[in-house]
């Protein structure tokens, strides 16, 4: 029996779609076969070679008479493939033993993150981990952790506020309630962090988070005054004690979970010092340079491994062997010293993925379930200023996608009619496929997505098409409204001309829009950033939502690997190795008028029609359950918000720029005043 199992565990065993199309010519003329695919794409097959499909296409053979056009149609067929092992290949009777066994896996994603989103990457890597046999438990404590906390401080009022936002008969007044309960609690209680639940988003940085190896180790030192450190010794480690697990896998994404991961580790491992502990998530990618520090090496007192790339295969190999040095992708600490593993040789194909598995013992804050998908790893586009792909085994390369098909399938298998696809951007021809794919399967599946603004968006037809195959909301990155800035950021294929025109045509099709917008990138006057104002005046009525930001100069990024603005800016010396971002100071002006000009753009949200109400229903999983005109009822009812801080020194600093960069004498006394003027830049 042990023999069987440890063969079968060597083998993946699967039902795939799939048609082997040889080249055929019977013009004489050696002609290629030329296969062409719903999205557009086409492959040549050269004489005496075939190529193997997975999705329905059109075969072209050239015959005497000319071309003959064949539909093909892919055939469901098993398909029995060995594992790629490579961490146990010297050792394969060992390897073998382990794999019979069957592991016991606990992963945790813990807080702070957006709590109206669940994780895709410890979903996916459950699902994958089962496939294999082992025992997988999934905490997602970004949710069951900040409930806890707030709880702690008001459970009648914060139980009575998750009870509407979770209701779906909940009206605008009810969810309001419940968005001013979140911010009171979470602004009164007493920490030495910053810690606020506002509108759309859960803020927190640790006192210890500095961007230094030196503070992140005192945090564990004092662990015991950190804000989750009772929730983590109450809830987490109790769990962790009964389930006993060979591997503890902790998911940090960005900086709002860095300490309070490092500080769950570390309670982790005290605990329980046989169980391999193993760091994963995009933030290790993005530090990588932090790894050949010596002062590195001591993190290794409080995990054992950490997994700097996709986690698909690391984590597998971790599994099996419970050895850091038999896993690619991974760092670990070998003879005092960080060793560095090399990356994964062949990277996962996103066809052979299973379906997430959404178990993680709590539900997003929406009355729906709607599931995350991560279906291409890359963005193609590779712009100048953005590494959000770093953690990908083909990082800048060519992409790795599923294809419709499978995408389909895994919505059809999760039960659920409305996701959230977190692929850096999901092109047209993707989406247009997949909504053929979800046709042919009879379901009426919708979703929300990262969108490159093309020219194919100013006609009206491409977005009526894309609302027809399911897309009803989209994330677009206009970013400047500068045509010689989006060149120097490689971003050719935005026309800001055409930006008005775009939004108007998704908004009159019934697709939501979520807009990017970034003031300061070196080399472009600040001035470009106050036009913004009036262009939000003039198409804000087809815009839902508005993200402000300044520029980031991106560990790991095109311009902070090439070095490309160091004319520009001046790179300040690299100290905070535990950072995301590079700090640098712009040469031509001062960072507080960048944070001017991005704080007059925040006060342009904020008189935005959408922002109370986006604010109130946040993020697409909830908004997307009520169309634009029911959206525009209920911002009505709501009172105004807010006014930025320091509005008053901010509009002083906003006359300042306009004199320095266009020499035009100014005085700008209010907001108003401001707008007014950026319609004379439009």
């Not at 986690?311 to 060793?339: I, Y």
């Not at 894309?466 to 989006?486: F, H, I, K, M, W």
Request: proline letters at 6%; hydrophobic letters at 40%.
């Amino acid at each position: 029996m042990v023999a069987i199992v440890c063969v079968l565990n060597f083998l993946n065993v699967e039902v795939v779609y799939a048609e082997t199309i040889h080249q055929r010519d019977s013009s004489g003329r050696h002609a290629e076969t030329i296969l062409l695919f719903p999205d557009g794409k086409s492959i040549s097959i050269p004489e005496g070679e075939s190529y193997t499909v997975h999705q329905p296409c059109t075969a072209s053979y050239r015959m005497e008479s000319g071309w003959h056009h064949v539909p093909v149609k892919p055939k469901p067929r098993v398909k029995i493939t060995i594992k790629q092992m490579k961490a146990i290949r010297k050792e394969p009777v060992l390897g073998a033993m382990m794999l019979a066994q069957r592991r016991k896996v606990m992963l945790n994603y813990p807080p702070v993150s957006s709590v109206w989103h669940l994780p895709t990457g410890i979903a996916q890597l459950a699902a994958i981990l089962h496939s294999d046999g082992h025992e997988v438990v999934q905490r997602y404590g970004h949710i069951l952790g900040l409930e806890y906390v707030l709880k702690g401080y008001d459970r009648v009022g914060i139980t009575h506020a998750l009870a509407a936002v979770r209701n779906p008969h909940s009206d605008i007044n009810a969810l309001y309630n419940a968005r001013m309960t979140f911010e009171r609690v979470s602004n009164g209680i007493a920490t030495q962090d910053k810690f606020v639940v506002a509108r759309n988003n859960v803020s927190y940085v640790s006192s210890y988070y500095d961007g230094t190896i030196e503070r992140a180790l005192e945090a564990v030192r004092n662990r015991e005054q950190h804000l989750w450190y009772d929730y983590f010794t109450e809830v987490e480690l109790p769990l962790a004690r009964d389930f006993k697990p060979d591997l503890y896998g902790v998911s940090v994404a960005d900086e709002r979970q860095f300490i309070q991961g490092l500080i769950l580790a570390s309670m982790v491992k005290d605990e329980l010092p046989d169980c391999l502990v193993v760091f994963g998530g995009n933030f290790w990618s993005r530090v990588t340079n932090a790894f050949q520090l010596p002062e590195f090496a001591q993190f290794f007192n409080h995990c054992d491994a950490i997994v700097y790339r996709e986690g698909f295969q690391p984590l597998r190999q971790l599994a099996a062997t419970l050895n850091p040095a038999h896993a690619s992708g991974v760092a670990w600490r070998k003879n005092g010293e960080v060793a560095v593993n090399p990356a994964t040789q062949s990277p996962t194909d996103f066809e052979t993925l299973p379906m997430p598995d959404f178990d993680g013992g709590a539900t997003q804050w929406s009355p729906d379930f709607v599931p995350s998908l991560y279906t291409m790893s890359n963005c193609p586009m590779a712009c100048g200023f953005c590494a959000i792909a770093a953690g990908s085994d083909t990082f800048l390369g060519k992409p790795r996608s599923m294809t419709p098909r499978r995408i389909a399938e895994h919505m059809a298998n999760l039960g659920s009619i409305r996701f959230e696809i977190f692929d850096e951007t999901f092109p047209i021809p993707r989406q247009l496929a997949l909504g053929k794919e979800l046709k042919r399967i009879g379901l009426p599946a919708t979703w929300d997505c990262y969108l490159t603004v093309t020219n194919d968006l100013a006609n009206p037809e491409t977005c009526e098409k894309l609302y027809e195959a399911g897309c009803r909301n989209v994330q677009l990155g206009l970013e400047t409204l500068s045509p010689d800035t989006l060149l120097r950021e490689h971003k050719q294929w935005n026309t800001p001309k055409d930006y008005g025109e775009v939004l108007a045509n998704l908004k009159a099709a019934g697709i939501q829009t979520h807009v990017f917008l970034i003031v300061g990138i070196p080399g472009e006057p600040l001035h470009w950033g106050l036009k913004w104002t009036a262009f939000l005046e003039q198409y804000g009525d087809s815009i839902l939502t508005i993200k402000s930001g300044r520029y980031r100069l991106t560990r790991h990024s095109p311009e902070e690997r090439g070095e490309t603005h160091n004319q520009l800016i001046e790179v300040m010396p690299d100290t905070k190795p535990l950072h995301l971002n590079r700090d640098f100071r712009h040469l031509s002006t001062s960072n507080k008028k960048v944070d001017a000009t991005r704080d007059i753009l925040e006060q342009a949200c904020r008189r935005h029609w959408a922002y109370g109400v986006t604010s109130t229903i946040p993020w697409w999983v909830n908004r997307g359950r009520y169309s634009w005109d029911e959206l525009k009822r209920m911002a009505h009812v709501l009172p105004p918000e807010q006014d930025v801080r320091h509005l008053g020194n901010v509009i002083v600093r906003a006359s300042t720029i306009v004199r320095e960069e266009l020499k035009r004498e100014v005085s700008f006394s209010d907001f108003d005043d401001v707008v007014t003027f950026a319609r004379t830049l439009l």
